[in-house]
Each structure stands twice: as C-alpha cells, then as structure tokens.
C-alpha cells in the first residue's frame, strides 16, 4: 500500500478472519502520514520515502475494519479492510 498525499493506494484490502495479515506501507507522499487501525490498536507513523511492514490478526468475525491517516482523515484518507472468513 503506498500513503500518497492525502489518499492511500489502495484504499480497501481482504484479510480473511483470524489470520495474520501483513502490510507494507511506503510513504510515496510529501508530508508525513500515519496509519491507524483503532479496533486493533494500531498507531504508526511514516515519514516521506520511508517504508514499513504492519503485522496484525485479523478478527475473527467477517466484516469491515476502518483504516485512516489520523493526520489526513478529514481529507478522505481512509479505507478499508474487509474481513472475510
């Protein structure tokens, strides 16, 4: 996934339900981006041109999950996962 200015590329992504799910995101934009998945306690930060691999569990329930840039989300930056079993 790449964190653009203001959006992420893509923005919706399938994890399926109790699994391990492994992300690599790489800030392609200008300003520093975070990545925040609230319901599963996940906070980061990426500066520019920085790269780094997000490790969570999926839930165990099908559904969707809420990712945003807490720095950009009243921009629009924001998508989803969606949870399949």
Do not use: W, Y
């Given at each position: 996934?790449?964190?653009?200015?203001?959006?992420?590329?893509?923005?919706?992504?399938?994890?399926?339900?109790?699994?391990?799910?492994?992300?690599?995101?790489?800030?392609?934009?200008?300003?520093?981006?975070?990545?925040?998945?609230?319901?599963?306690?996940?906070?980061?930060?990426?500066?520019?041109?920085?790269r780094q691999n997000v490790?969570?569990?999926?839930?165990?329930?099908?559904?969707?999950?809420?990712?945003?840039?807490?720095?950009?989300?009243?921009?629009?930056?924001?998508?989803?996962?969606?949870?399949?079993?």
């Amino acid at each position: 996934m790449a964190t653009l200015d203001f959006r992420f590329e893509p923005a919706e992504f399938l994890a399926t339900a109790g699994q391990q799910a492994t992300l690599t995101v790489v800030n392609k934009g200008k300003v520093a981006h975070n990545l925040s998945i609230p319901s599963l306690s996940v906070d980061l930060e990426f500066e520019p041109g920085k790269r780094q691999n997000v490790i969570f569990v999926a839930p165990t329930e099908p559904g969707g999950l809420e990712f945003v840039c807490k720095f950009h989300q009243d921009q629009g930056m924001k998508g989803t996962f969606r949870v399949q079993a």
